[in-house]
Each structure stands twice: as structure tokens, then as C-alpha cells.
């Protein structure tokens, strides 16, 4: 089974729509990320928590909501989607000495039309 | 803004050949880290150099650190179809309180090797 997982993997919606993505991991991490990823801009990041109580806008927070319900859940909100939200959503999580990899998620593909 | 520059941005090598990318940074940092991404799929995590040290080897991979240039280097030796792939840089800021540690990607070099 997969360390960390995301669903829905492929998602259209319409404009306007409110939208949750959610993650999942089992390899007992403390940081949990989210990241969008659009073609030839990388990954950047939105939100990050390093523990349950304590959530950190990344460089393109807005427009997304997040929630870290448990150590092993982080969920990414888009309140009311716009085209431009079309990417692929990366989650992923570290240990916590923020020295060391990050484990990512098998992404999900979001279409806002 | 990208702290990772990477280049070239593609890369289009035979079988058998080595491949070279280079990653260019601009701030201080904790340690570098290399990522492989099979087209749509997530991140995979190749290889991590501490800021104090200036090259590491895993396999065929091998990565320099040269932090007076705030530059890395991937070398992949003895390639293959199958690591055809884009390969992204990613730093890890040595910032204070909750900057600490996050990582900032490079766009990434796009790797084709031909059979």
C-alpha cells in the first residue's frame, strides 16, 4: 500500500464550485505540504503544517483552505474554484527535523471549467 | 519566485550516454535534493546533499554541491530508456522558525533517452 495517498486522482469541476482534496499518510510524518504543479513552473507551495495546531501559508495560498484533521490527514479546500485553480495537486509529508526528503502523493488532476 | 534555476531545460540523450543537469540557487541553504517525476505522477525522491558537503553518489547517480556558486550538478551514468523522466532540484531553506526546512523546486530538466 501506498505511504501516502490523495483523492479523488482526477477531478472536473464548474466555476464556483467548492472543492475539497484529501491526503492520507501512513509513514507517521509531523509535516504535511500541499503543492500545486502547472507545466514548466514546478512545484509550488500553498499550505504546510508542521503538527496538527500549526498550519503555515505557503507562496500561493490564496484562493485554498486547509485542515489538518489528524497527524495523518491534510485536507486542501478550494472555496470557490476558477479556472486558473486547473493543475495537479501534490500532497506530501517529512519527518520533522525539516532536514530531510519529502514523501509525495500520487497527485490529483483538478479541471475547473 | 523559483529558488532553483535548472538547465538545460530538456535533455534528449541516447542509451548508454551520460546526463548532465545543473541547478543554480540563490539563498542560503540546509541541504539540496534531487526528485525524479515520471510524466503525471508524484515526486520521487533521488538524493539529498548537505550544505556541508560537495558530493555524494547513490548508483549511477552522482550530485556535487558547490555552495561559493550556490550551484548542484546531477550526473546520471550509463543511461537508460528507462529513466526517462524530469528531474527537479529542490532546496531546503536554512531560514528561522517555520521557514525552516521547507523545500522550493526548480521547473525542472526533461530527461528523454532514446533506446
Known amino acids: 500500500d501506498a505511504d501516502v495517498t490523495q483523492t479523488p486522482r482526477n477531478r472536473i469541476t464548474k466555476t464556483g464550485k467548492r472543492i475539497m482534496l484529501e491526503c492520507s499518510q501512513t509513514?507517521?510524518?509531523?509535516?504535511m505540504y500541499w503543492y500545486r504543479q502547472d507545466p514548466g513552473l514546478g512545484l509550488r507551495l500553498i499550505y504546510y503544517s508542521f503538527d496538527v495546531k500549526d498550519i503555515n501559508k505557503g507562496e500561493i495560498s490564496d484562493g485554498y483552505s486547509v485542515s489538518r484533521q489528524a497527524q495523518a490527514k491534510f485536507s486542501l479546500s478550494l472555496e470557490s474554484a476558477i479556472p486558473n485553480q486547473t493543475a495537479l495537486y501534490f500532497c506530501?509529508?517529512?519527518?520533522?527535523?525539516?532536514?530531510?526528503?519529502?514523501?509525495f502523493g500520487p497527485g490529483t488532476r483538478l479541471t475547473v471549467t | 519566485s523559483q529558488q532553483g534555476e535548472e538547465d538545460p531545460q530538456a535533455l534528449s540523450i541516447q542509451e548508454g550516454e551520460n546526463a548532465t543537469m545543473n541547478c543554480s540557487y540563490k539563498?542560503?541553504?540546509?541541504?539540496l535534493q534531487w526528485y525524479r517525476q515520471n510524466s503525471g505522477r508524484g515526486l520521487v525522491h533521488l538524493i539529498l546533499?548537505?550544505?556541508?558537503?560537495r558530493e555524494k553518489h547513490s548508483g549511477r547517480l552522482r550530485v556535487t554541491l558547490d555552495t561559493s556558486k550556490k550551484s548542484s550538478s546531477l550526473l546520471i551514468t550509463a543511461s537508460r530508456a528507462a529513466d526517462t523522466a524530469s528531474y527537479f532540484c529542490a532546496t531546503s531553506s536554512n531560514a528561522g522558525g517555520t521557514s525552516y526546512g521547507k523545500l522550493t523546486f526548480g521547473q525542472g530538466t526533461i530527461l528523454t533517452v532514446h533506446p
Open positions: 509513514k507517521g510524518h509531523d509535516r
Open positions: 546533499i548537505r550544505s556541508n558537503e
Open positions: 539563498t542560503s541553504i540546509n541541504n
Open positions: 506530501a509529508t517529512s519527518d520533522h527535523s525539516g532536514r530531510a526528503a519529502q514523501y
